[in-house]
């Protein structure tokens, strides 16, 4: 994933991804011990993609960036005229 995508999360987002990349990091390492893993690159995306998450809630923790607010999505009307 994009640092992009992880800074337009909000924090419980980025949480729950945290822990969703967690569990994935130990089945690619069961895997990889098992030798099923057809590519170890895999292990090192999600190992960075867990540091990019951690980092962006950090810095929110700092005050160095901010959570964005949750826009509310409406369904634009188009008036018939």
């Known amino acids: 994933m994009k640092a992009k995508?992880?800074?337009e999360m909000t924090n419980e987002e980025l949480?729950?991804?945290?822990?969703?990349?967690?569990?994935e990091l130990m089945d690619l390492r069961?895997?990889?011990s098992t030798n099923q893993l057809s590519n170890?690159?895999?292990l090192v995306t999600c190992k960075r993609?867990?540091?990019r998450a951690k980092t962006v809630l950090r810095q929110r923790e700092l005050g160095i960036s901010v959570e964005p607010e949750?826009?509310?999505k409406t369904r634009s009307r188009a008036k018939k005229a």
């Open 5 to 7: 995508n992880f800074f």
């Open 15 to 23: 949480q729950n991804k945290v822990a969703e990349l967690k569990a």
């Open 30 to 32: 069961f895997k990889n």
């Open 40 to 42: 170890p690159m895999v």
């Open 49 to 51: 993609d867990i540091a």
């Open 70 to 72: 949750k826009v509310k």
